[in-house]
Nanobody, 121 residues
Framework: VQLQASGGGLVQAGGSLRLSCQAS????TAWFRQAPGKEREFVALINWRGSDRVYANSVKGRFTISRDTAKTTVYLQMKNLKPDDTAIYYC???????????????????WGQGTQVTVSS
């Protein structure tokens, strides 16, 4: 089983993109990103019900994580993109139940292949 992430691309600063991740039947799904020469960092997380969301401070107010009513796809709507948002974005899932603020990257056992987001200045 592998997650399918899509929706990346090239956009100018201030633009928008929406990433999609085909993920179902997991306790929580998260987006991470990794820029060249940097460590992977957490971006956003949503629980299975869609009732709880957590965001990194760097994306709060600009990114929104959501899931469809069928609970098969998780989205990351990204607005007001900045060059610093340039990275490969990965979705990941976990079956471990925790409070949404208590997850760490090691809790996520299934990862997608990543989708490139490039924001030009």
């Amino acid at each position: 089983v592998q997650l399918q992430a899509s929706g990346g691309g090239l956009v100018q600063a201030g633009g928008s993109l929406r990433l999609s991740c085909q993920a179902s039947n997991y306790v929580a799904t998260a987006w991470f990103r990794q820029a060249p020469g940097k460590e992977r960092e957490f971006v956003a997380l949503i629980n299975w019900r869609g009732s709880d969301r957590v965001y990194a401070n760097s994306v709060k107010g600009r990114f929104t994580i959501s899931r469809d009513t069928a609970k098969t796809t998780v989205y990351l709507q990204m607005k007001n993109l900045k060059p610093d948002d340039t990275a490969i974005y990965y979705c990941a899932t976990t079956m471990i139940p925790r409070r949404t603020h208590d997850y760490s990257p090691t809790d996520f056992s299934l990862w997608g292949q990543g989708t490139q987001v490039t924001v030009s200045s």
